[in-house]
């Protein structure tokens, strides 16, 4: 993928990259205000835990980085078990820079980047617009499970935090 006059391939990689900074910029700020008590406490039923769920996302990313772009560090994995807040957010804040890395990368051009791999099992894609969005989603869906269990187990996030998440121009900057 070349870089046309108008700059059109950058631009895209550098929208992505923005873009998964917003998403994780929505994490933090669901780490930064989750009462603590609400980390681990056990849903009921078969149910992930708030930490189960934060850990799953960063190993996540971390496949996503090693199976896309062997090339970049990939951090390491956290274990659910034990792992802290404090642990998952700065595991996070990695596996997201690693995640903008490959993004821009691929999105940008770059040659070492020609499929996106979010599995083992799966279908590799080509690298595009579909593979930022697949991350996205992915992401979205379990904030959206931390957020309603939270509010189930009786430790509902405050209306700046769910309302906050909406709030692109200030997550872009922040981000």
């Known amino acids: 993928m070349a870089t046309r006059r108008d700059g059109t391939i950058n631009q895209l990689a550098g929208g992505a990259a923005r873009t998964f900074a917003a998403n994780e910029r929505m994490n933090q700020m669901i ?12 849903p009921a039923g078969n149910v992930r835990t708030i930490a189960a769920i934060f850990t ?24 659910r078990a034990r792992c802290p807040p404090e642990q998952a ?26 499929e996106f791999r979010r599995d083992g099992w799966a ?23 931390v957020c309603m269990l939270a509010h189930q187990l009786g430790f509902p996030l405050t209306m700046e935090v ?6 692109w121009e200030k997550l872009w900057k922040e981000g």
């Open 31 to 42: 780490l930064e205000h989750l009462v603590p008590a609400a980390w681990n406490a056990r």
């Open 56 to 79: 799953h996302m960063h190993n996540v990313r971390c496949k996503w980085v090693r199976l896309t772009a062997p090339h970049l560090k990939v951090p390491a994995q956290l274990n």
């Open 89 to 114: 957010s700065a595991a996070l804040a990695e596996s997201a820079a690693r995640c903008e890395e490959m993004l821009a990368e691929a999105l940008g051009g770059g040659a070492q980047i020609e």
């Open 123 to 145: 279908k590799p894609w080509p690298v595009g617009v579909e593979m930022l969005c697949y991350m996205v989603a992915h992401e979205a869906h379990h904030r959206g499970q």
């Open 162 to 167: 769910t309302s906050g998440m909406w709030n």
